[in-house]
């Protein structure tokens, strides 16, 4: 067989099994959206889903609350406020590397913390008025990338968002860069939900009262 017979066969194999896996994540993105849709007042502008379909993530900014839903255990689907997001913290290969938490609440090693961005091992904090550090991964061979989020509602409740869940693959590689990147983007929501938890929920327009 020529080589560049061989070649095409790879690149199809890679490309449809790609194609395969979004529209995977798409149909657990799509029941996730069914399971918020059924929580009254709630409008989740942004969702993240577990790789293993196993938990989804909704954050409704308007009404200052973000939601759970999941595949097993219960409650199936659990509402909490801004506030009650106590920490967050990126897991590669069962480590913590980079975590976020509330003024005051205790980070990823049980301490206090004196902001809500705190900078682990292989972390780097982006310049700018946000603070939000910048994952970057140890390097070598990735098996799972996840967020955990832990919420103060008088059972430390707490969920782990995998984005990666499998067999080794090199951090550097493109299924470790781009798990790392939604783990980015999520760690970025969580990050900007905590400043917005002393906000006021931003409820429906009031329409003003006509001047006679």
Do not use: C
Request: hydrophobic share 40%.
């Amino acid at each position: 067989m020529p080589t560049w017979a061989v070649f095409v066969i790879v690149v199809v194999i890679v490309v449809g099994y790609y194609l395969l896996t979004q529209s995977s994540r798409e149909r657990r993105r799509g029941r996730a959206s069914g399971d918020f849709a059924k929580i009254p007042n709630f409008y989740a502008n942004q969702t993240y889903t577990d790789t293993r379909g196993d938990v989804a993530i909704g954050i409704d900014d308007r009404g200052r609350r973000i939601a759970v839903a999941r595949r097993h255990g219960q409650p199936r689907t659990g509402v909490y406020s801004f506030a009650h997001i106590v920490s967050a913290e990126v897991v590669q290969n069962d480590k913590a590397i980079v975590a976020i938490s509330r003024a005051g609440q205790p980070g990823a090693d049980g301490r206090p913390k004196g902001s809500n961005a705190d900078a682990l091992f292989g972390s780097t904090s982006r310049p700018g008025l946000t603070g939000l550090p910048i994952i970057k991964p140890e390097l070598g061979l990735l098996t799972m990338l996840g967020v955990r989020v832990v919420f103060q509602n008088g059972s430390g409740d707490q969920v782990l968002v995998r984005f990666y869940d499998g067999k080794a693959v090199n951090v550097d590689g493109v299924v470790g860069e781009r798990a790392f990147a939604e783990a980015q983007v999520f760690l970025g929501s969580l990050d900007i939900a905590i400043k917005r938890a002393g906000a006021p929920p931003r409820g429906p327009a009031t329409p003003k009262t006509p001047v006679t």
